[in-house]
């Protein structure tokens, strides 16, 4: 199993295949060729709307986290990239 | 007192009238130039003004304190009186040229006693080699490692505003006898809190959850540059992790390069893949990236 996962930001909240997608761009430019599809962690956004979206994704944040709060000294993530 | 610049030159350098210049109003009341002198009533600072002038458009670029000495009271040598001495200053220098100048009077050497002023300077750059900076980036690194000592406290800029506010409400009221009205009214009663909400600015207090453990903010000169710099400090983070690494990308623009690095060599075999082949169809760094 690959041990890294890759998770993103996204506030534009448009489908999987829009060319304005956050995670399309990572995907095509290498986690399509590299990453199993099980670490690659998208934002739902097929999801009802942005707030039922983030709910899903804090879910999966948390279950990925294995505890509901975070320890400051366990981070979430190892690295956080902001554009 | 208060300014507004005209148009003039600065050197060789012509300079618009300020109300001339792109996104001003024709008719900006706005000062461009301020000096005040200001006093603090109370037992330690009694006697003691306090000059503050700032512009813009002015003549040179420089922030300095210079704190002034107060006359001797008598002087110690034979013909060199008081009113003939130097005057004795310490200047801190805040930009451009950092450090610190003490002004003092000597004793000029010969068999004559005459007193004159001389300077003993520290200047930052003649010890240390700075590194160039914006100034931001020590902002920046502040807000990631939550230390507020170089921004605004909302306490301080309340305060600020209501010893201010007066002035600008009773300019603006009465014109040019603004100040007199002012004066008046202070007689009778203490300063008028302001409250109005939109003139205050806003406050910088973020907060972000550094899990950058180097704490470091690294200035490159191009993208290029840039996305082998994040390529390498991605690649240094899993490789501190033994375990199950987690990385948040980000979209937009900017990290198209980064991540077009990633999935090829030599970085891509620096990431623990199970299997990852093929090579990338958009290794070509050359074309503009997605808007």
Not at chain 2, 71 to 84: G, H, K, L
Not at chain 2, 130 to 151: H, K, Q, R, V, W
Not at chain 2, 157 to 170: I, K, N, T
Not at chain 2, 201 to 218: H, S
Request: contains cysteine; proline residues 6%.
């Amino acid at each position: 199993m690959d041990r890294v996962h890759w998770f993103i930001g996204d506030e534009r909240f448009v489908a999987a295949t829009d060319s304005l997608n956050n995670m399309r761009m990572a995907r095509q430019a290498f986690l399509n060729r590299c990453a199993p599809l099980i670490n690659i962690h998208p934002m739902a956004t097929n999801a009802a709307n942005p707030d039922e979206a983030a709910r899903r994704y804090q879910a999966e944040l948390k279950s990925f986290y294995g505890a509901d709060s975070l320890d400051p000294a366990r981070p979430l993530f190892d690295v956080v990239l902001m554009a | 007192m208060r300014g507004q610049y005209q148009a003039g030159k600065i050197g060789d350098t012509e300079i618009e009238d300020y109300r001339k210049t792109e996104d001003v109003k024709p008719g900006s009341t706005t000062e461009t130039y301020a000096a005040l002198k200001l006093t603090i009533d109370n037992w330690r600072w009694a006697g003691v003004p306090f000059y503050l002038r700032t512009g813009k458009a002015l003549g040179i670029k420089r922030t300095e304190v210079a704190i002034k000495f107060k006359q001797a009271p008598f002087a110690m040598f034979r013909d060199t009186p008081v009113d003939r001495l130097s005057q004795n200053y310490l200047v801190i220098s805040v930009e451009p040229t950092e450090g610190i100048t003490l002004q003092f009077n000597t004793k000029v050497p010969g068999p004559v006693i005459s007193i004159d002023g001389v300077e003993m300077k520290f200047r930052y750059k003649d010890y240390f080699k700075a590194e160039p900076s914006t100034g931001y980036e020590t902002l920046i690194y502040d807000c990631m490692i939550g230390d507020n000592i170089l921004f605004q406290r909302a306490d301080s800029v309340e305060a600020g505003w209501q010893a201010v506010q007066p002035f600008l409400d009773a300019w603006k009221k009465a014109g040019a006898r603004g100040l007199e009205a002012l004066q008046r009214r202070q007689r009778g009663a203490s300063l008028r809190r302001r409250t109005a909400e939109a003139r205050r600015p806003r406050l910088a207090e973020a907060r972000l959850m550094v899990l950058n453990d180097n704490r470091k903010i690294v200035a490159v000169a191009d993208p290029v540059a840039l996305a082998k710099a994040a390529a390498e400090r991605l690649l240094a983070r899993i490789a501190d992790n033994s375990d199950r690494v987690a990385i948040c990308l980000t979209g937009g623009s900017s990290p198209k390069r980064l991540y077009e690095l990633l999935g090829n060599e030599p970085y891509r075999s620096q990431i623990p893949w199970i299997a990852c082949t093929g090579s990338s169809a958009t290794n070509d760094l050359s074309r503009p990236p997605i808007p």
